[in-house]
Protein backbone atom coordinates (compact mmCIF):
# COMPACT_ATOMS: atom_id res chain seq x y z
CA UNK A 1 0.00 0.00 0.00
CA UNK A 2 1.54 3.35 -1.18
CA UNK A 3 0.21 5.86 1.44
CA UNK A 4 1.91 8.75 -0.83
CA UNK A 5 -0.58 9.01 -3.39
CA UNK A 6 -3.20 8.71 -1.04
CA UNK A 7 -2.30 11.84 1.19
CA UNK A 8 -1.49 14.07 -1.81
CA UNK A 9 -5.38 13.17 -3.19
CA UNK A 10 -6.45 14.25 -0.19
CA UNK A 11 -3.90 17.11 0.29
CA UNK A 12 -4.95 18.47 -2.59
CA UNK A 13 -8.52 18.28 -2.02
CA UNK A 14 -8.31 20.34 1.26
CA UNK A 15 -6.44 22.81 -0.85
CA UNK A 16 -9.47 23.04 -3.10
CA UNK A 17 -11.86 23.09 0.00
CA UNK A 18 -10.34 26.14 1.45
CA UNK A 19 -10.28 27.73 -2.02
CA UNK A 20 -13.61 27.43 -2.30
CA UNK A 21 -14.29 28.74 1.63
CA UNK A 22 -13.18 32.53 0.11
CA UNK A 23 -16.19 32.57 -1.72
CA UNK A 24 -18.99 32.74 1.65
CA UNK A 25 -15.71 34.62 3.21
CA UNK A 26 -16.75 37.47 0.41
CA UNK A 27 -20.54 37.16 1.26
CA UNK A 28 -19.46 37.72 5.03
CA UNK A 29 -17.57 40.33 4.32
CA UNK A 30 -20.27 42.50 1.90
CA UNK A 31 -22.84 41.79 4.72
CA UNK A 32 -20.66 43.59 6.89
CA UNK A 33 -20.47 40.16 9.17
CA UNK A 34 -17.03 40.05 11.02
CA UNK A 35 -17.76 36.88 13.22
CA UNK A 36 -18.74 34.63 10.37
CA UNK A 37 -15.81 36.54 8.11
CA UNK A 38 -13.22 35.62 10.90
CA UNK A 39 -14.82 32.25 10.97
CA UNK A 40 -14.49 31.72 7.22
CA UNK A 41 -11.13 32.96 7.67
CA UNK A 42 -9.77 31.11 10.56
CA UNK A 43 -11.11 27.29 8.72
CA UNK A 44 -9.91 28.55 5.34
CA UNK A 45 -6.25 28.37 6.69
CA UNK A 46 -6.46 25.56 8.99
CA UNK A 47 -7.66 23.55 6.12
CA UNK A 48 -5.16 25.13 3.66
CA UNK A 49 -2.57 24.79 6.31
CA UNK A 50 -3.40 20.71 7.17
CA UNK A 51 -4.13 19.84 2.87
CA UNK A 52 -0.79 21.79 2.36
CA UNK A 53 1.32 20.22 4.27
CA UNK A 54 -0.26 16.66 3.26
CA UNK A 55 0.86 17.92 -0.56
CA UNK A 56 4.39 19.13 0.42
CA UNK A 57 5.32 15.99 2.64
CA UNK A 58 4.41 13.75 -0.13
CA UNK A 59 5.81 16.08 -2.98
CA UNK A 60 9.02 13.61 -3.61
CA UNK A 61 7.23 10.33 -3.47
CA UNK A 62 5.16 8.29 -6.42
CA UNK A 63 1.91 9.84 -6.67
CA UNK A 64 0.09 7.62 -8.94
CA UNK A 65 -3.48 5.94 -7.68
CA UNK A 66 -3.51 2.18 -7.88
CA UNK A 67 -5.93 -0.18 -6.83
CA UNK A 68 -5.98 0.40 -3.13
CA UNK A 69 -4.76 3.86 -3.16
CA UNK A 70 -7.81 4.41 -4.97
CA UNK A 71 -10.65 2.65 -2.70
CA UNK A 72 -8.64 4.08 0.35
CA UNK A 73 -8.40 7.75 -1.10
CA UNK A 74 -12.39 7.28 -1.86
CA UNK A 75 -12.90 6.38 1.31
CA UNK A 76 -10.96 9.23 3.11
CA UNK A 77 -12.14 12.15 1.20
CA UNK A 78 -15.89 11.43 2.38
CA UNK A 79 -14.53 10.76 5.65
CA UNK A 80 -12.14 13.72 6.23
CA UNK A 81 -13.61 16.85 3.67
CA UNK A 82 -16.55 17.13 5.92
CA UNK A 83 -14.93 17.44 8.95
CA UNK A 84 -12.66 20.21 7.75
CA UNK A 85 -16.29 21.50 5.70
CA UNK A 86 -18.00 21.66 9.19
CA UNK A 87 -15.43 24.31 10.85
CA UNK A 88 -17.25 27.25 9.53
CA UNK A 89 -20.12 25.77 11.08
CA UNK A 90 -18.77 24.77 14.28
CA UNK A 91 -16.81 27.90 14.80
CA UNK A 92 -19.65 30.63 13.54
CA UNK A 93 -21.87 29.16 16.15
CA UNK A 94 -24.77 28.38 13.19
CA UNK A 95 -24.03 24.51 14.39
CA UNK A 96 -22.33 24.69 18.24
CA UNK A 97 -22.69 20.99 18.43
CA UNK A 98 -20.10 18.89 16.82
CA UNK A 99 -21.61 16.42 16.06
CA UNK A 100 -24.36 18.89 14.36
CA UNK A 101 -21.98 20.54 12.27
CA UNK A 102 -20.10 17.00 10.98
CA UNK A 103 -23.76 15.51 9.97
CA UNK A 104 -24.42 18.75 8.31
CA UNK A 105 -21.21 19.15 6.55
CA UNK A 106 -21.54 15.04 5.33
CA UNK A 107 -24.80 15.84 4.47
CA UNK A 108 -24.07 18.35 2.09
CA UNK A 109 -20.83 16.70 0.52
CA UNK A 110 -22.82 13.41 0.36
CA UNK A 111 -25.19 15.67 -1.54
CA UNK A 112 -27.95 13.88 0.88
CA UNK A 113 -30.00 17.12 1.97
CA UNK A 114 -30.80 15.89 5.74
CA UNK A 115 -30.30 19.18 7.63
CA UNK A 116 -29.87 20.10 11.10
CA UNK A 117 -30.54 23.52 11.12
CA UNK A 118 -34.14 24.56 11.82
CA UNK A 119 -34.40 27.97 11.14
CA UNK A 120 -32.94 28.69 7.86
CA UNK A 121 -34.52 32.07 7.52
CA UNK A 122 -32.00 33.41 10.25
CA UNK A 123 -29.17 32.12 9.11
CA UNK A 124 -26.78 34.44 7.22
CA UNK A 125 -26.09 33.83 3.57
CA UNK A 126 -22.64 32.85 3.94
CA UNK A 127 -23.67 29.84 5.72
CA UNK A 128 -26.51 29.15 2.95
CA UNK A 129 -24.05 29.40 0.28
CA UNK A 130 -21.67 27.31 2.42
CA UNK A 131 -24.19 24.21 2.25
CA UNK A 132 -24.95 24.72 -1.21
CA UNK A 133 -21.35 24.43 -2.01
CA UNK A 134 -20.55 22.11 -0.26
CA UNK A 135 -23.42 19.56 -2.56
CA UNK A 136 -22.06 21.27 -5.47
CA UNK A 137 -18.34 20.10 -5.19
CA UNK A 138 -19.83 16.79 -3.52
CA UNK A 139 -21.75 16.14 -6.71
CA UNK A 140 -18.67 16.89 -9.11
CA UNK A 141 -16.47 14.51 -6.66
CA UNK A 142 -19.04 11.81 -6.44
CA UNK A 143 -18.92 11.42 -10.94
CA UNK A 144 -15.44 11.34 -10.76
CA UNK A 145 -14.62 8.43 -8.33
CA UNK A 146 -17.40 7.13 -9.32
CA UNK A 147 -16.14 6.55 -13.18
CA UNK A 148 -12.61 5.43 -11.49
CA UNK A 149 -14.10 2.90 -9.59
CA UNK A 150 -16.69 1.57 -12.30
CA UNK A 151 -14.70 -1.22 -13.17
CA UNK A 152 -15.31 -2.37 -9.51
CA UNK A 153 -19.02 -2.24 -10.11
CA UNK A 154 -18.53 -3.97 -13.00
CA UNK A 155 -21.30 -2.14 -15.11
CA UNK A 156 -21.87 -1.36 -18.89
CA UNK A 157 -22.78 1.23 -20.45
CA UNK A 158 -20.99 4.49 -20.44
CA UNK A 159 -18.19 5.86 -18.27
CA UNK A 160 -17.71 9.66 -17.88
CA UNK A 161 -14.20 9.83 -17.67
CA UNK A 162 -13.54 7.27 -20.18
CA UNK A 163 -14.75 9.13 -23.09
CA UNK A 164 -13.21 12.39 -21.98
CA UNK A 165 -9.52 10.57 -21.42
CA UNK A 166 -10.20 8.85 -24.95
CA UNK A 167 -10.67 12.19 -26.21
CA UNK A 168 -6.42 13.08 -25.02
CA UNK A 169 -4.94 9.17 -25.63
CA UNK A 170 -1.70 11.33 -26.93
CA UNK A 171 -0.58 12.26 -23.45
CA UNK A 172 0.40 10.67 -20.26
CA UNK A 173 -1.83 8.91 -18.28
CA UNK A 174 -1.87 11.22 -15.55
CA UNK A 175 -2.33 14.41 -17.37
CA UNK A 176 -5.03 12.41 -19.31
CA UNK A 177 -6.84 11.72 -16.10
CA UNK A 178 -6.48 15.72 -15.47
CA UNK A 179 -7.89 16.63 -18.71
CA UNK A 180 -10.71 14.48 -18.26
CA UNK A 181 -11.38 15.50 -15.02
CA UNK A 182 -11.08 19.16 -16.06
CA UNK A 183 -13.16 18.18 -19.10
CA UNK A 184 -16.19 17.18 -17.07
CA UNK A 185 -15.95 19.99 -14.49
CA UNK A 186 -16.03 22.58 -17.21
CA UNK A 187 -19.23 20.47 -18.69
CA UNK A 188 -20.66 20.73 -14.88
CA UNK A 189 -19.94 24.75 -14.64
CA UNK A 190 -21.76 25.15 -17.71
CA UNK A 191 -24.46 23.21 -16.49
CA UNK A 192 -24.48 25.14 -13.27
CA UNK A 193 -24.36 28.83 -14.81
CA UNK A 194 -27.32 27.47 -17.21
CA UNK A 195 -29.29 26.92 -14.00
CA UNK A 196 -28.79 29.99 -12.62
CA UNK A 197 -29.84 32.17 -14.98
CA UNK A 198 -32.80 30.31 -15.96
CA UNK A 199 -33.69 30.20 -11.93
CA UNK A 200 -32.84 34.14 -12.23
CA UNK A 201 -35.33 34.60 -15.44
CA UNK A 202 -37.65 32.66 -14.15
CA UNK A 203 -38.66 35.16 -11.19
CA UNK A 204 -35.97 33.81 -8.50
CA UNK A 205 -33.71 36.29 -6.81
CA UNK A 206 -30.31 36.15 -7.33
CA UNK A 207 -28.65 34.81 -4.10
CA UNK A 208 -31.38 32.06 -4.30
CA UNK A 209 -30.89 30.82 -7.97
CA UNK A 210 -26.95 30.72 -6.68
CA UNK A 211 -27.55 28.28 -3.98
CA UNK A 212 -30.95 26.09 -5.33
CA UNK A 213 -28.61 26.07 -9.19
CA UNK A 214 -26.24 24.02 -6.57
CA UNK A 215 -28.38 22.00 -4.86
CA UNK A 216 -30.54 21.63 -7.84
CA UNK A 217 -27.48 20.07 -10.36
CA UNK A 218 -25.91 18.40 -7.40
CA UNK A 219 -29.28 16.63 -6.61
CA UNK A 220 -28.47 17.65 -3.18
CA UNK A 221 -32.01 19.38 -1.93
CA UNK A 222 -30.49 21.80 0.77
CA UNK A 223 -32.76 24.90 0.99
CA UNK A 224 -32.29 28.42 1.76
CA UNK A 225 -35.80 29.13 3.66
CA UNK A 226 -38.13 26.91 6.04
CA UNK A 227 -41.25 27.77 3.68
CA UNK A 228 -40.06 24.20 1.85
CA UNK A 229 -41.47 24.56 -1.99
CA UNK A 230 -43.31 27.40 -0.97
CA UNK A 231 -40.29 29.21 -1.91
CA UNK A 232 -40.27 28.67 -5.54
CA UNK A 233 -43.35 30.75 -5.88
CA UNK A 234 -44.31 30.25 -9.31
CA UNK A 235 -44.70 27.67 -12.33
CA UNK A 236 -41.24 28.55 -14.29
CA UNK A 237 -38.99 28.26 -11.59
CA UNK A 238 -41.10 24.72 -10.74
CA UNK A 239 -40.19 23.53 -14.25
CA UNK A 240 -36.30 24.87 -14.36
CA UNK A 241 -35.61 23.13 -11.38
CA UNK A 242 -37.13 19.76 -12.54
CA UNK A 243 -34.83 20.07 -15.72
CA UNK A 244 -31.52 20.79 -14.14
CA UNK A 245 -33.09 17.75 -11.47
CA UNK A 246 -33.60 15.38 -14.16
CA UNK A 247 -29.96 16.74 -15.67
CA UNK A 248 -28.09 16.36 -12.48
CA UNK A 249 -29.26 12.96 -12.83
CA UNK A 250 -28.59 11.90 -16.36
CA UNK A 251 -25.05 10.07 -16.92
CA UNK A 252 -22.48 13.07 -16.91
CA UNK A 253 -20.79 10.93 -20.25
CA UNK A 254 -24.57 11.34 -22.19
CA UNK A 255 -23.50 15.49 -21.10
CA UNK A 256 -19.93 15.13 -22.32
CA UNK A 257 -20.78 13.67 -25.68
CA UNK A 258 -23.51 16.13 -26.35
CA UNK A 259 -21.32 18.68 -25.46
CA UNK A 260 -18.67 17.08 -27.85
CA UNK A 261 -20.93 17.01 -30.83
CA UNK A 262 -22.58 13.81 -30.49
CA UNK A 263 -26.05 15.76 -30.42
CA UNK A 264 -27.97 11.84 -30.40
CA UNK A 265 -25.86 10.92 -27.51
CA UNK A 266 -28.96 10.99 -25.02
CA UNK A 267 -31.30 9.10 -27.15
CA UNK A 268 -28.60 6.37 -27.79
CA UNK A 269 -28.18 5.36 -23.95
CA UNK A 270 -31.26 2.98 -23.11
CA UNK A 271 -30.93 4.24 -19.12
CA UNK A 272 -32.00 7.79 -20.12
CA UNK A 273 -35.14 6.70 -21.62
CA UNK A 274 -35.80 4.47 -18.66
CA UNK A 275 -35.27 7.44 -16.98
CA UNK A 276 -37.67 9.30 -18.90
CA UNK A 277 -40.32 6.61 -18.82
CA UNK A 278 -39.94 6.85 -14.74
CA UNK A 279 -40.64 10.10 -14.38
CA UNK A 280 -43.89 10.03 -16.68
CA UNK A 281 -45.17 6.64 -15.39
CA UNK A 282 -44.10 7.72 -11.97
CA UNK A 283 -45.91 11.15 -12.24
CA UNK A 284 -49.05 8.93 -13.08
CA UNK A 285 -48.96 6.64 -10.47
CA UNK A 286 -48.82 9.76 -8.07
CA UNK A 287 -51.20 11.31 -9.79
CA UNK A 288 -53.54 8.53 -9.77
CA UNK A 289 -52.72 7.85 -6.20
CA UNK A 290 -53.63 10.98 -5.16
CA UNK A 291 -56.51 12.27 -6.95
CA UNK A 292 -59.28 10.41 -5.21
CA UNK A 293 -57.79 11.59 -1.60
CA UNK A 294 -57.08 15.45 -2.20
CA UNK A 295 -60.08 18.49 -2.76
CA UNK A 296 -57.27 20.10 -5.03
CA UNK A 297 -58.22 20.81 -8.61
CA UNK A 298 -56.95 18.50 -11.26
CA UNK A 299 -54.11 20.48 -12.59
CA UNK A 300 -52.52 21.12 -9.28
CA UNK A 301 -52.81 17.73 -8.32
CA UNK A 302 -51.05 16.92 -11.28
CA UNK A 303 -48.27 19.93 -10.53
CA UNK A 304 -47.64 18.14 -7.44
CA UNK A 305 -47.33 14.88 -9.01
CA UNK A 306 -44.57 15.56 -10.95
CA UNK A 307 -42.67 17.70 -9.48
CA UNK A 308 -42.42 15.26 -6.15
CA UNK A 309 -42.04 12.63 -8.77
CA UNK A 310 -39.36 13.96 -10.28
CA UNK A 311 -37.61 15.06 -6.89
CA UNK A 312 -37.79 11.53 -5.49
CA UNK A 313 -36.81 9.71 -8.82
CA UNK A 314 -33.56 12.01 -8.72
CA UNK A 315 -33.14 11.65 -4.90
CA UNK A 316 -33.21 15.65 -4.64
CA UNK A 317 -35.26 15.62 -2.43
CA UNK A 318 -37.66 18.59 -2.99
CA UNK A 319 -41.05 18.86 -1.54
CA UNK A 320 -43.84 20.59 -2.84
CA UNK A 321 -46.22 20.44 0.26
CA UNK A 322 -49.80 19.29 -0.45
CA UNK A 323 -52.26 21.37 1.18
CA UNK A 324 -55.84 20.33 1.51
CA UNK A 325 -58.89 22.74 1.93
CA UNK A 326 -58.50 23.01 5.59
CA UNK A 327 -55.02 24.12 5.39
CA UNK A 328 -53.52 20.60 6.52
CA UNK A 329 -50.24 19.19 4.96
CA UNK A 330 -50.59 15.21 4.26
CA UNK A 331 -50.16 12.91 1.71
CA UNK A 332 -51.97 9.83 0.99
CA UNK A 333 -50.80 6.70 2.14
CA UNK A 334 -50.66 5.22 -1.79
CA UNK A 335 -48.46 8.44 -3.40
CA UNK A 336 -46.42 8.63 0.18
CA UNK A 337 -45.43 4.46 -0.82
CA UNK A 338 -44.81 5.37 -4.32
CA UNK A 339 -42.74 8.12 -3.53
CA UNK A 340 -40.31 6.29 -1.32
CA UNK A 341 -40.17 3.89 -3.93
CA UNK A 342 -38.61 6.03 -6.59
CA UNK A 343 -36.23 7.52 -4.18
CA UNK A 344 -34.69 3.82 -3.77
CA UNK A 345 -35.11 3.28 -7.49
CA UNK A 346 -32.75 6.60 -7.49
CA UNK A 347 -31.59 8.04 -11.44
CA UNK A 348 -28.44 7.10 -13.69
CA UNK A 349 -25.32 5.62 -12.93
CA UNK A 350 -22.21 8.23 -13.32
CA UNK A 351 -24.49 10.83 -12.23
CA UNK A 352 -25.14 12.99 -8.83
CA UNK A 353 -28.42 11.34 -7.82
CA UNK A 354 -28.76 7.89 -5.23
CA UNK A 355 -30.16 5.01 -5.02
CA UNK A 356 -30.18 1.57 -6.54
CA UNK A 357 -30.00 3.32 -9.94
CA UNK A 358 -31.57 2.71 -13.08
CA UNK A 359 -29.49 0.44 -15.02
CA UNK A 360 -29.12 -1.90 -12.25
CA UNK A 361 -32.95 -2.26 -11.91
CA UNK A 362 -33.27 -3.01 -15.57
CA UNK A 363 -30.47 -5.90 -15.68
CA UNK A 364 -32.13 -7.55 -12.50
CA UNK A 365 -35.59 -7.10 -13.96
CA UNK A 366 -33.85 -8.57 -17.96
CA UNK A 367 -32.47 -11.41 -15.72
CA UNK A 368 -35.66 -12.18 -14.06
CA UNK A 369 -37.41 -12.44 -17.35
CA UNK A 370 -34.65 -14.71 -18.83
CA UNK A 371 -35.38 -17.21 -15.77
CA UNK A 372 -38.97 -16.96 -16.05
CA UNK A 373 -38.86 -17.68 -19.92
CA UNK A 374 -36.11 -20.50 -19.06
CA UNK A 375 -39.09 -22.36 -17.11
CA UNK A 376 -40.84 -22.72 -19.89
CA UNK A 377 -37.70 -23.53 -22.46
CA UNK A 378 -35.46 -25.26 -20.39
CA UNK A 379 -33.18 -26.23 -23.06
CA UNK A 380 -33.25 -22.31 -24.98
CA UNK A 381 -30.42 -20.02 -24.37
CA UNK A 382 -31.72 -16.18 -23.80
CA UNK A 383 -28.91 -13.92 -24.28
CA UNK A 384 -29.62 -10.70 -22.37
CA UNK A 385 -28.37 -7.54 -24.01
CA UNK A 386 -28.50 -3.78 -22.74
CA UNK A 387 -27.77 -0.95 -25.48
CA UNK A 388 -27.19 -3.63 -28.15
CA UNK A 389 -23.88 -4.76 -25.81
CA UNK A 390 -24.11 -8.61 -24.33
CA UNK A 391 -24.43 -8.62 -20.39
CA UNK A 392 -22.05 -11.05 -19.28
CA UNK A 393 -22.59 -13.33 -16.28
CA UNK A 394 -20.07 -11.07 -13.67
CA UNK A 395 -22.08 -7.93 -14.79
CA UNK A 396 -25.89 -9.79 -14.16
CA UNK A 397 -24.14 -11.25 -10.34
CA UNK A 398 -22.38 -7.37 -9.71
CA UNK A 399 -26.00 -6.01 -9.52
CA UNK A 400 -27.39 -8.39 -7.61
CA UNK A 401 -24.88 -7.94 -4.74
CA UNK A 402 -25.90 -4.58 -4.69
CA UNK A 403 -29.01 -5.11 -4.69
CA UNK A 404 -28.53 -7.57 -2.07
CA UNK A 405 -25.84 -5.41 -0.19
CA UNK A 406 -28.75 -2.42 -0.41
CA UNK A 407 -31.44 -4.22 1.05
CA UNK A 408 -28.97 -5.43 4.11
CA UNK A 409 -27.84 -2.43 4.84
CA UNK A 410 -31.44 -0.68 5.02
CA UNK A 411 -32.77 -3.32 7.24
CA UNK A 412 -29.69 -2.89 9.86
CA UNK A 413 -30.19 0.67 9.58
CA UNK A 414 -34.02 0.33 10.27
CA UNK A 415 -33.00 -1.89 13.08
CA UNK A 416 -30.43 0.28 14.79
CA UNK A 417 -33.00 3.30 14.55
CA UNK A 418 -35.79 1.77 15.70
CA UNK A 419 -32.97 0.84 18.87
CA UNK A 420 -32.73 4.22 19.63
CA UNK A 421 -36.36 5.10 20.25
CA UNK A 422 -38.15 5.56 16.67
CA UNK A 423 -40.93 3.84 16.03
CA UNK A 424 -40.60 1.71 12.64
CA UNK A 425 -42.51 3.93 10.10
CA UNK A 426 -39.88 6.78 11.04
CA UNK A 427 -36.87 4.25 11.40
CA UNK A 428 -37.53 2.89 7.39
CA UNK A 429 -38.32 6.04 6.32
CA UNK A 430 -34.66 7.85 7.81
CA UNK A 431 -33.27 4.84 6.17
CA UNK A 432 -34.46 4.79 2.72
CA UNK A 433 -34.17 8.37 2.12
CA UNK A 434 -30.51 8.47 4.10
CA UNK A 435 -29.17 5.54 2.40
CA UNK A 436 -30.44 6.52 -1.21
CA UNK A 437 -29.14 10.21 -0.27
CA UNK A 438 -32.08 12.03 -0.33
CA UNK A 439 -32.37 12.97 3.13
CA UNK A 440 -34.31 16.03 3.00
CA UNK A 441 -37.39 14.19 1.85
CA UNK A 442 -37.52 12.74 5.14
CA UNK A 443 -39.51 15.09 7.33
CA UNK A 444 -41.99 16.29 5.28
CA UNK A 445 -42.71 12.43 3.91
CA UNK A 446 -42.67 11.12 7.51
CA UNK A 447 -45.18 14.23 9.60
CA UNK A 448 -47.32 14.23 6.82
CA UNK A 449 -48.69 10.95 7.82
CA UNK A 450 -50.36 10.61 11.56
CA UNK A 451 -48.53 8.29 13.46
CA UNK A 452 -47.75 8.35 16.66
CA UNK A 453 -45.92 10.67 19.24
CA UNK A 454 -42.77 9.07 19.06
CA UNK A 455 -42.32 9.40 15.34
CA UNK A 456 -39.66 11.89 13.40
CA UNK A 457 -40.10 15.85 14.22
CA UNK A 458 -36.54 16.92 12.75
CA UNK A 459 -33.10 15.37 12.20
CA UNK A 460 -32.00 18.39 14.92
CA UNK A 461 -34.16 16.42 17.42
CA UNK A 462 -32.43 13.16 17.35
CA UNK A 463 -29.96 11.58 19.42
CA UNK A 464 -26.32 12.02 18.75
CA UNK A 465 -26.11 7.98 17.97
CA UNK A 466 -28.69 7.90 15.57
CA UNK A 467 -27.37 11.04 13.47
CA UNK A 468 -24.05 9.20 13.70
CA UNK A 469 -26.06 5.93 12.43
CA UNK A 470 -27.35 8.09 9.86
CA UNK A 471 -24.17 9.76 8.91
CA UNK A 472 -22.53 5.90 8.09
CA UNK A 473 -26.09 4.95 6.02
CA UNK A 474 -25.38 7.92 3.66
CA UNK A 475 -21.74 7.72 3.35
CA UNK A 476 -22.41 3.40 2.58
CA UNK A 477 -25.00 4.78 0.13
CA UNK A 478 -22.67 7.36 -1.63
CA UNK A 479 -19.22 5.38 -1.76
CA UNK A 480 -21.97 2.61 -3.21
CA UNK A 481 -20.90 -0.60 -0.55
CA UNK A 482 -18.11 -1.42 -3.10
CA UNK A 483 -15.26 0.78 -2.42
CA UNK A 484 -16.02 0.39 1.76
CA UNK A 485 -16.41 -3.32 1.57
CA UNK A 486 -13.26 -3.48 -0.82
CA UNK A 487 -11.20 -1.69 1.93
CA UNK A 488 -12.35 -4.33 4.59
CA UNK A 489 -11.07 -7.00 2.83
CA UNK A 490 -7.92 -8.33 3.37
CA UNK A 491 -6.82 -9.79 0.39
CA UNK A 492 -6.86 -6.22 -1.41
CA UNK A 493 -3.49 -5.41 1.34
CA UNK A 494 -2.00 -8.33 0.26
CA UNK A 495 0.39 -7.28 -2.13
Known sequence: MLFAPVFTFVGWALVFLAALMTLPLLFAFGQNNTAQAVSFAISALFTLFFGGGMVLAMRRDITILGRRETFMA????????????????????????????????????????????????????????????????????????????SNAFNLPGNNPLTRAIAKSSGRPVSRRMGFAILSLLKIYALLTAFCIVALWFAGMPSFDSLCYAFSTLSTGGFMTSNLAGTAFANRGIEIVLMIFMILGAVNFSLHWSFFNGDRQSYFKDPEYRYLLLAVVVGSLLVFSLMMPETDMSVGNTLRYAVFNTVSAITTTGYNLPLVSGTGQYYWPVGALLMIMFLITVGGSTGSTAGGIKLM??????????????????????????????????????SAWSFFAL??????????????????LQSSLSLAVTNLANAGSAAQQLITDV?????????YDKLPDISKWILCLTMLVGRLEFFAILSLLNPALWRR
Open 74 to 149: AGMIWVVIPAFAALPFYLSDAIPNATNAYFEALSGFTTNGATVITDLDAQPRSILIWRALTQWIGGFSLIVFLSIL
Open 406 to 423: YSFALTISTALLSFNGLD
Open 450 to 458: EIGAENFIS
Open 360 to 397: RLSLLLKQSRAEINRLSFPSSVFPLTYGGRVIYREQIL
